[in-house]
């Protein structure tokens, strides 16, 4: 099981700035009964699809299309031997160049030689502080 907040972040984006902000996943083994064992995966954050972000109209025009969200410092984390019913939060950093509405979900779990990524959106909304 994983969770996601919605979230907001700020940032001055006045002369070419970028905003960083922190993501936490928040991950639980479920496994429980008689299918209840320990669980080893990698976690990874992956580049921005070429779709993202998803970018929002106002009255102003779309903000944030174009441009990416990067994944800044380490982007693979592995656990070993999550055990039943036990669960851990795994700390990432995201940086944007301008505001909009990204779509943070770019996790995929390799597991058992599988791979799949979860199906939920988790977007954040990135304003700007800057006023000209």
Do not use: I
């Not at 800044?72 to 944007?96: C, H, I, N, Q, W």
């Amino acid at each position: 099981r994983h969770d996601f907040k919605a979230m907001s972040a700020t940032g001055d984006f006045a002369s070419g700035a970028s905003c960083d902000f922190h993501v936490v996943v928040r991950l639980r083994n479920v496994l429980q009964g008689n299918r209840a064992e320990s669980v080893s995966f990698v976690l990874e954050a992956e580049g921005s699809p070429p779709t993202a972000p998803e970018s929002v109209v106002d009255g102003e025009g779309p903000h944030g299309a174009d441009l990416p969200l990067v994944w800044v410092g380490p982007t693979r984390v592995s656990v070993v031997d999550l055990g039943p019913d036990e669960g851990m939060d795994l700390r990432f950093k995201a940086r944007v160049a301008g505001p909009g509405v990204y779509n943070l979900n770019q996790f995929r779990v390799v597991m058992n030689g599988s791979s799949f990524h979860f199906p939920q959106h988790c977007l954040v909304t990135v304003e700007s502080t800057y006023t000209p």
